[in-house]
């Protein structure tokens, strides 16, 4: 999975039918730095978010159709979903 | 999915059969600047358009399978589909 | 998908049955410069060619299980495929 | 396969259903330098680890469906899962 | 497919089951050069050598659930594999 930041919310009002109900996030792809810490360095992604992640949060964000099983939605046009929030006290995570 | 911004139409006569029927957008990857906004900055790539976008509008792409599940056709040789429009008013979006 | 630029014909005589049959071109991937024309500037791919392209073409290149079906060869072990030709007069093409 | 170094163990207690029970590492992505030895070099990812491996072991990483049929859990929404250790004594490692 | 220059076999005895039997390569990516020849210059993966190839060969490397019908395995964990060799006397190769 990729490791990434949660940035933001992303709103789109027009949008494949099939994608309404899911919750998106703008995700940044973390970097290890030099400390051994997780830091946002990436490019960014849209990832339905299937666990109530926040702004700020460090998530495990799954790809191509494992997303949508993480959606429970068999024909979600979603190819990245949050399924996991890291705990903090690791990598540098408050 | 990628957030993209759509750069314009692509026209292809000789193509798949399969790919008869779908309009196709090049649309090039988006990035975060310094100021938080998006932006066009990375590769670009051909996507099928499932909800009638249009040139400069930033949108969510969808890649592999689930692209064929956008594109409402089983067998089409399909892997990127555009599946939302940002709304303006977030990310530096007009 | 992919644009690419058509490079030339890859010949491999010891193969995987299933590749038996199949036409495959070398392409390499392309970007736009600051002309707005699209070059080839990137990584190169083995596709196979389901629509008789040729040497400086550029074209939509799909990837994954979607390569199968534009080969109309479920058990094909291709996972790149040509699948359109850009007409001429767009995106600096002559 | 990707093949890359075992950098630590995540834990993520807020997480899909699915994911629990599946043991996640954090692993870098590994390149081949100029001694033709192998060394953690590249972006990282979280992977699910089927066979036990340990920090600093080089791995064998597997993506997309294959990885669900290494966790042996068809919906798991698992794209990364850790398939291999490379033996000590190839590829300067000790 | 990625085409890919083969570097020499990597040895994992602690691995999944279901990749017993299957002999493993490591590849690196192939980029062409000025002169129009391919030479090995990119990451490294590691794949599944479906056609008896060695160290030195350029080669085909399908990916993702492609690479499960090259090994004639439904089930095996591989998601890169070796299909094809490249002859010599094109793009520079001996």
């Known amino acids: 999975m990729y490791v990434c930041k949660v940035i933001g919310k992303i709103i789109s009002t027009v949008k494949n039918e099939k994608l309404v109900g ?14 051994g810490s997780l830091e946002a360095d ?6 339905a978010d299937t666990i109530g992640c926040g702004e700020g949060n460090f998530v495990l964000v799954t ?10 939605c068999a024909e979600a046009p979603v190819d990245m979903a949050v399924v996991g929030i890291l705990d903090g006290g690791q990598w540098g995570l408050s």
């Open 42 to 47: 990436g490019p960014v992604f849209a990832a």
């Open 63 to 72: 790809r191509g159709s494992n997303a949508r099983y993480a959606c429970k």
């Open 22 to 35: 899911h919750s998106i996030v703008l995700v940044q792809a973390a970097a290890l730095n030099d400390r």
